[in-house]
């Protein structure tokens, strides 16, 4: 049973940039969440996708945007790439939004 | 307003030592849940824990058990017998609405 998967493992861009990230859910699970790690920090939220639609955000500008397809798979676009964008970014899914989120290894992006 | 504490930054501990990391959550919620995470140097969150605020029983994972306090607003994670393979960033969150929020993390250490 593949658990959560996210491509690339690595991506290095410039600032002004656009990058794409891309996660394919756990088998089962139909709500994906995407996370931003900066680090020696905790996750923060950035948002949720459930039936191809957002359903909750967290405190993010709109450069960050998302799409969710009807198989589950979900991909995160931030434009106009800012240094302070360089992180880790963490996919999880779940069976619902209650239910527990199981993550993914992440992409790490750099901003140069 | 959601918020998770988690103020050991860093703690060293040598092989076969108990470890206790601490956690304390804000909530006003009558009906929330708690989450232990560990990362480990690969980057993955893995999940160990899930607990609702009407389960206050401890539980007990073979090395691994939390204690979960409401009247103290702690969900505290120990390690019995540590092991170097236990070394990793851990993470206490809490469930608002569709997100997890994160605590900053405890860096554990474990030396052989």
């Known amino acids: 049973d593949a658990g959560v998967t996210q491509s690339p493992t690595h991506l290095i861009k410039t600032r002004g940039q656009q990058v794409t990230l891309r996660c394919s859910p756990k088998s089962g699970h139909d709500t994906v969440s995407w996370y931003q790690q900066a680090l020696g920090q905790g996750p923060q939220f950035i948002f949720q996708?459930?039936?191809?639609?957002?359903?909750q955000r967290g405190n993010f500008p709109d450069r960050f945007s998302g799409h969710q397809f009807p198989n589950y798979s979900s991909e995160l676009n931030v434009n106009a790439l800012l240094l302070g964008d360089s992180a880790l970014y963490l996919c999880?899914?779940?069976?619902?939004?209650?239910?527990?989120?199981?993550f993914g290894p992440g992409t790490r992006l750099l901003v140069l | 307003a959601q918020k998770v504490t988690q103020a050991q930054t860093e703690i060293s501990v040598v092989e076969k030592e108990d470890v206790t990391l601490d956690c304390v959550y804000e909530?006003?919620?009558?009906?929330?849940?708690l989450f232990w995470y560990k990362q480990p140097p690969s980057g993955e969150l893995v999940f160990l824990i899930r607990r609702n605020s009407f389960d206050e029983q401890n539980e007990i994972s073979g090395r691994y058990s939390w204690n979960f306090q409401k009247s103290t607003s702690s969900f505290n994670f120990t390690i019995t017998a540590s092991q170097v393979v236990d070394s990793a960033v851990y993470f206490c969150a809490l469930r608002n609405g569709n997100k997890l929020v994160f605590g900053a993390g405890t860096i554990l250490r474990v030396k052989s």
């Open positions: 999880a899914s779940s069976m619902d939004w209650q239910e527990t989120q199981y």
């Open positions: 996708y459930y039936e191809e639609e957002e359903r």
């Open positions: 909530t006003r919620d009558t009906t929330y849940y």
